[in-house]
């Protein structure tokens, strides 16, 4: 039978804060990553065409586009690379699609380009602003490898409370974050930990914006249970969040880009009604 513990005591919290009363919550970081190959050296060999070695790229390495745009890139996952941009908390899982080229493309989960790698070794960001073209990365030095934050069940409670509250004061009506999962060990924990921050972000960019806020208006409760694959859609007021937790903490939920379009679509969706 599946626990409804996290749903409970996560509805709980939020009227309890939402009463004044704030809780800290406190976290410790997770066992050291994997070690494996980078993706230059897994895609291309352990040389480049001129003889260079592939190898030299940390396998957790922060890289600087042309414009100046940083981020992280964390290979530790062989075939799954992380990418977090500098100044965000979120962290994309990519997947990668080969080109006829020899280059190899990697998208975010709602099919983007995020990344370029070349056959010669070279490294393509593509951003918002510059989605077409994409400019040349370059390494700046080793950066430390993507670890998640280990919480106990009670901290996750207050967690996904304090999500609440945010979000109910972007919004400007509550809107209750919930979950529903099998077993709360360190894993789940930090899936759904991770899942509310990312829906939070999701949530508070569309409140913010004066053409999407409307997006909310029905959004009453964000409900978190696992299911493959990981997803989410509107039904009946309830932003319905599916989690993996075979995928591990940044891949098995959607990202903020995947949720924020789910909300745009559904509210379109309500419009044309």
Known sequence: MRSKFGHFVARFSALVLAAGV???????????????????????????????DNSHTPIVAHFVSARGEGFVLDETQAGAPLLRYDGDDEVFQLTSKPGANGDVTFRNDVGQPVLKATRLGGMILFSSAHADVGDPAAVTGQAPAFTPDRLNPAELVVYMAKSSLRVTRACDHQVLFSGDFEEPHDDIISLFAETASVATDALTQVASQASSRHALDKVHEVYMIEGRPPGAHIEKGVLIIKLDPSK????????????????????????RR
């Open 248 to 271: 591990g903490t940044w891949g098995g939920h959607p990202s903020s880009k995947r949720i924020m379009s789910v909300v745009m679509a559904g509210a379109d969706a309500e419009i």
């Open 22 to 52: 704030v809780v800290g919550v406190t976290a410790a970081s997770s066992a050291d990553a994997q070690i494996g190959r980078s993706l230059r050296e897994m895609m291309f060999g352990k040389h480049a065409d001129d003889g260079r």
